[in-house]
């Protein structure tokens, strides 16, 4: 059974900084595709960023390029994100997720296994 669990979160100020990480069990951590999603109260699930197996390429949406960096460590099987300037429109629950492929997707469907989150809050 698969399992993925989130920590890090909590409550930072404005302009300050995060690093999230993300433990799997269960899978063949390596072989996958490892993204970070987001949602916010009231919202719809936001895609953040993404990571391919090795770790070789990665993406991010634009209100978080140049803030936020998506890594991995394979011989640990988990995925971070390292959030700098946090704004207040990054408060969130933040979830890692696994897939196969550049998936940018803003349903949970799209992702093949997800985490409970860890909750994110920014505030000035």
């Known amino acids: 059974q698969s399992l993925m669990v989130e920590s890090g979160g909590g409550l930072a100020q404005t302009g300050g900084s995060l690093n999230l990480s993300c433990v799997v069990v269960?899978?063949?951590?390596?072989?996958?595709?490892m993204y970070w999603v987001r949602q916010a109260p009231g919202k719809g699930l936001e895609w953040v960023a993404n990571?391919?197996?090795?770790?070789?390429?990665?993406a991010y949406r634009d209100s978080v390029e140049g803030r936020f960096t998506i890594s991995r460590d394979n011989a640990k099987n988990t995925v971070f994100l390292q959030m700098n300037n946090l704004k207040d429109e990054d408060t969130a629950m933040y979830h890692c997720?696994?897939?196969?492929?550049?998936?940018?997707?803003?349903?949970?469907?799209?992702?093949?296994?997800w985490g409970q989150g860890t909750q994110v809050t920014v505030s000035s």
């Open positions: 997720a696994s897939g196969d492929g550049d998936i940018r997707g803003h349903t949970w469907l799209q992702y093949e296994t």
């Open positions: 269960g899978f063949t951590f390596r072989n996958y595709w």
């Open positions: 990571i391919s197996p090795s770790g070789a390429t990665t």
